[in-house]
């Protein structure tokens, strides 16, 4: 997987994570609601370690990129007395830390189709 692709799945994630925050937020007073999250930077880096075979031919089956994240819902116990475990703070926290994230990825992104733009230019 070339960096671009790489990036462009980071950033793919960063959106469903966003979005699968903000549902938690809606539900925060659903009852026997269950928290979810998405998981990518954990599957994303075993896979980096698995990376044992080699593509050598353009006919060979590439490996999807997708399977490097999904969603789980957190079934552990709940916060409140209606069964619900989604805790706000935790939500916000990281819907902070998704958007730092999302706009760090954003920034990269940019400097290096500067760079090549650069390089083109001259």
Known sequence: M?????MKQ???????????????I????TANYKAKKVV???????SEQNLSLETT????????????????TDNSSSVTENGNNVD?????????TNGLYYKSLVSQLNGRLQMMGYVVEH
Do not use: C, M, W
């Not at 031919?57 to 999904?70: F, P, T």
């Open 57 to 72: 031919n353009k006919k060979h089956i590439k490996s999807d990129s997708s399977s490097y994240s999904y969603i789980t």
């Open 10 to 24: 980071a950033l793919s994630v960063s959106a469903t994570r966003a979005k699968v925050i903000s549902s938690n």
């Open 40 to 46: 990518f930077e954990n599957e994303l880096s075993k």
């Open 2 to 6: 070339d960096t671009y692709d790489l």
């Open 88 to 96: 706000l703070d935790v939500q916000l926290s990281g819907a902070a």
């Open 26 to 29: 809606a539900n925060v007073n």
